[in-house]
């Protein structure tokens, strides 16, 4: 979700906007009820679809990237997922012809509470309906049809976006090959709820949210930095940060001796990360996104998790769990795989041993590069 | 540090006060700079002190209890550590003096920032000297001295108390025959430091804290349940929360309608334990308490972690990790008997299999008290 290099990199000068258009009743119905008359996707794309469209890749993202996941010459700053990306790399654009959106109720060009409500003229904000994975993978998949896609090569994403690959392959049975979810989960548990719930409630305490209502001259911008510490403490794991703070202390001459300012090398960190994000990051978007997690559970989709899974019709899946993940530990990877496994998916299952924690997919290259790469190699050569 | 059932109990009928004379030079020197003219401690005992006074325990508290550890003919509520102290039990009362004081610092009755200073007539708020956990185990030793204590049987401490138990035998040493040690650590690790920072700084986001100048109508109850929260979270294990929550939903006919209200128990949880503890606590206590924590680092009593801990001169010692502690993972526990051995303490170290999490001692009567019990029996016995 968060490397503090370039995840939030907020490009347009490759970034296009769509409006979906073939909705059923001419609009997007929300999972959990409502409806917009009308969403616009910002997404990117790199490579050729090809003229049999065969060769589509859609990648979601986790709660705060925008669709600039890579650069392209048309924007040349690196990407979200920059080292993943590309003529040669793991997702191959030589190959293949990868899109990737900004999140439906997100800030970075897509539809979303910062949006202009139509039939007001006003923001939604917080009168946005609720939006749930669910909504986020059939935005994708309305997306692709626009861009001339009937069946998906894969459907590739980390963390939230893992968990909007699953929604996608559930609710569209046969319309997606080959599916790859790196550190998702079948369903939130408590204690994912809870650090989540925690930071929506941190934002919704800063008296400048005011229920959504905020102006761009008074966002809760306390709340936002508080709530994205805490989710950068979630990211990532004890291990990383022992061997890169330790117990390093600011210098004594940047300290102002007020009481209980920040001394320590990993305060000082967690606000430089927390206020480069801030100015860039919607707050009622984060809000919408964040709790579109908790309410994720595949059981949903039938009587049980299993019934749920078994929608899945793929040729073949990648599940990659990340052994220090706290947020979306391990476990919940072996979970998905196995349950994949139950339905007959023929299943690849890589636990990577990463000090990085959840933001591992994010940041090392060196694991999840021959792993992605070797499984997408496979699936056109098979 | 919590429990939530009884941890944050306050109980005065059986709390006496004590202010401490014999200090050096008259007043309170602080580890860090500054002093106290005074310090009063609130404490309560259980059990006889022996004619040769040889049969004294001190328990040090974690960040938030009172001093009422165990109940007594004179307050018969259980206290916060029940399960482990009283006749017959595994810190025995028919055999030990035991003594548990409101930590220095704490608003329990014990001198802390909510204390008047006599200097000013007001209360001392955020003009109170900082505090450490070698303050915390000073306060101790003195008290001690003024019950006719000059060497302790033993110093116990769980988390914070731990420290202050560690503290308490480099800085007295050859005071403490037996030194028992639980989920505590040698220095915080920057994980830990970036939980408690975050905190802290919640509650000083809350305007309503005002520099630590609030009143009793307008104390920052907000930061504060919110800073509960995250607390909570720190102290508890995922696996836990998944067979006692899992994704149980409030019921429907308790919601709001509100746009992000509450819907799963766990919010619900977090939303009555927070509610429960910050109408007792004060907030700048808190805050004090919380840094000492981050501030302790046994390197600094000598010219390395080795060094410090060679100050140490106990007959014995019993260090208890947990496996699911989060916060102070048992990995740090191995880390305080492995250089306690190194200076030829010997030490009985126990790895206990809980899913309770950094509280485990507080709830886990069945894994702590066999441990403890032999450990004291053998102290007296051999």
């Known amino acids: 979700m968060a490397d503090e290099e370039n995840a939030y990199t907020f490009a347009t000068t490759a970034t296009r906007n769509i409006t979906l258009r073939n909705l059923p009743d001419g609009e997007f119905k929300m999972w959990r009820g409502g409806s917009l ?30 669709a600039h996941a890579a650069s392209s010459p048309e924007d040349t700053s690196p990407g979200w997922w920059e080292y993943m990306i590309g003529p040669g790399k793991a997702i191959d654009t030589n190959r293949f012809f ?35 994975v669910e909504d986020i993978a059939s935005s994708g998949y309305y997306l692709m049809r626009e861009l001339g896609v009937d069946k998906l090569h894969a459907a590739v994403g980390s963390s939230m976006g893992g968990m909007s ?20 989960a079948t369903q939130a548990l408590p204690l994912t709820i809870a650090l989540r719930s925690l930071q929506r409630e941190i934002i919704r305490s800063d008296p400048d949210w005011n229920q959504g209502r905020y102006t761009d001259d008074s966002r809760p911008l306390v709340g936002m930095s508080l709530a994205r510490k805490l989710g950068l403490v979630s990211y990532r794991a004890a291990d990383e940060w022992n061997s890169k703070f330790d117990r390093s202390r600011i210098p004594l001459e940047k300290l102002s001796g007020q009481r209980f ?32 997690m908790d309410w994720f559970d595949i059981a949903e989709h039938g009587d049980s998790m299993d019934d749920g899974m078994s929608k899945l019709q793929v040729a073949r899946a990648l599940v990659i769990g990340v052994t220090t993940d706290i947020l979306f530990p391990a476990r919940q990877q072996r979970e998905i795989a196995d349950l994949m496994r139950a339905t007959d998916t023929e299943v690849d299952y890589v636990e990577i041993d990463s000090v990085n924690g959840h933001d591992a997919f994010l940041i090392d290259d060196e694991h999840f590069s021959p792993v992605v790469k070797k499984f997408l190699d496979d699936s056109v050569c098979k």
Not at 112 to 130: K, L, Q, R
Not at 169 to 179: D, F, S, W
């Open 165 to 184: 690959s699953i929604a996608y392959a559930m609710q569209y049975p046969g319309e997606i090959r080959y599916l790859i979810s790196i550190s998702a």
């Open 98 to 132: 990868v899109v990737c959106a900004n999140s439906l109720g997100g800030c970075y060009g897509s539809t979303g509470p910062g949006s202009i409500n139509p039939v007001t003229g006003e923001n939604y904000g917080a009168e946005f309906p609720d939006v749930t």
């Open 37 to 66: 008359p009308e969403v616009t996707l910002a997404y990117e794309s790199w490579g050729e679809l090809s003229p049999s469209a065969d060769n589509a890749i859609i990648i979601f993202t986790g709660l705060s990237p925008s």
């Open 261 to 292: 300012e920040h001394e320590f090398e990993i305060e000082k960190y967690l606000e430089y990360n927390a206020q480069k994000f801030i100015h860039s990051f919607d707050p009622n978007s984060y809000l919408y996104l964040s709790r579109s």
